[in-house]
């Protein structure tokens, strides 16, 4: 069965807050993850993510404060903070 080219969406739990995230491709492909800039949203890379999802597993994270994900509680939005979302705690359920 051959694997929808539509992006799939879905939601994590890091240190007490959500993070929404959209992926593209195999689950079993190598992961690419797409950070967006300041003002920005994973649907921002919706084109270039449709273009690697053949061989790798694309995701795409709304940075916390942005998109659909929750601002951060502590109000914490340095780039040490937002590389932890990346971390041990945040994990996407594949």
């Known amino acids: ?8 969406e879905g939601t994590v ?10 992926e593209w491709g195999a689950p079993t492909a ?4 797409l950070l967006h800039g300041i003002t920005g949203h994973a649907r921002t890379w919706d084109t270039l993510a449709e ?3 053949p061989q790798w597993h694309v995701l795409a994270l709304d940075q916390r404060g942005n998109g659909d994900s929750e601002a ?3 109000g914490d939005y340095t780039t040490g ?14």
Do not use: I, T
């Open 13 to 22: 739990s890091s240190r007490g807050f959500a993070l929404h995230y959209v």
């Open 72 to 74: 951060a509680p502590d």
């Open 81 to 94: 903070a937002m590389a932890d979302d990346l971390g041990s705690r945040a994990r996407c359920p594949r």
């Open 51 to 53: 273009a690697l999802a």
């Open 1 to 8: 069965m051959a694997l929808s080219s539509e992006p799939r």
């Open 30 to 33: 190598p992961p690419l993850f």
